[in-house]
């Protein structure tokens, strides 16, 4: 049951670090801290897991549900659904425009810059346009999503498989220690009076 061939520790799980990095690339503030805040519990389970702390375990358990949340939220946000714009500054927390990294090095995009410097307070920014894109951004964005959500159930299935363990493990160890009808402090408990009968006899 403290194997760690798990969820937790499995290659799926680089997924996480996967897509941090290229948040990172496109200053998707938001993401970032949600990437970070996942990496950290998911290490925090494989410690419980290895440790035998269920309590690790069971935070692990609720992150994921906050986990598959948030992943669902980027799926909308992707598909703009329900009034959400992709093209909004809700992910960088409205400090820059940057969208995701994918949106400019997506497979076959193709990037070219146009200068524009004729326009007055713009000769050090030029436009950027991108073309002949074989998946757009956002389905590329909403299929990591969709990875992360289906590693969560899994890893949510296991954690409550490993916690259900653990308890069954703990019950029958106090089964078997509280029931014990001669404990090891009677059985020297009068020595002397064995020996004089012993003697006597």
Not at 12 to 40: S, T
Not at 165 to 177: A, K, L, P, Q
């Amino acid at each position: 049951s403290r194997s760690c061939n798990s969820p937790f520790s499995s290659p799926f799980q680089l997924a996480a670090l996967e897509r941090q990095v290229f948040d990172f690339l496109g200053y998707q503030w938001a993401p970032i801290l949600a990437n970070f805040l996942h990496i950290i519990i998911v290490i925090l389970g494989l410690f419980g897991t290895i440790q035998y702390r269920p309590r690790y375990i069971v935070v692990y358990a609720i992150w994921t549900a906050i986990w598959v949340t948030w992943n669902i939220f980027i799926i909308c946000f992707y598909l703009e659904v329900g009034g959400l714009s992709k093209d909004s500054e809700l992910l960088t927390f409205n400090i820059s425009r940057h969208q995701s990294w994918w949106s400019e090095n997506g497979p076959g995009c193709v990037r070219k810059e146009a200068s524009m410097s004729g326009i007055k307070g713009l000769d050090s920014h030029s436009y950027v346009s991108v073309i002949g894109c074989a998946l757009e951004y956002r389905y590329i964005e909403v299929m990591h999503s969709s990875f992360q959500i289906l590693i969560a159930l899994v890893g949510f299935v296991y954690a409550c498989y490993v916690v259900s363990v653990f308890t069954e493990e703990e019950d029958s160890f106090d089964f078997i220690g509280g029931f014990d009808p001669f404990p090891l402090y009677h059985v020297n408990e009068k020595p002397t009076n064995l020996l004089f009968k012993q003697t006597y006899l």
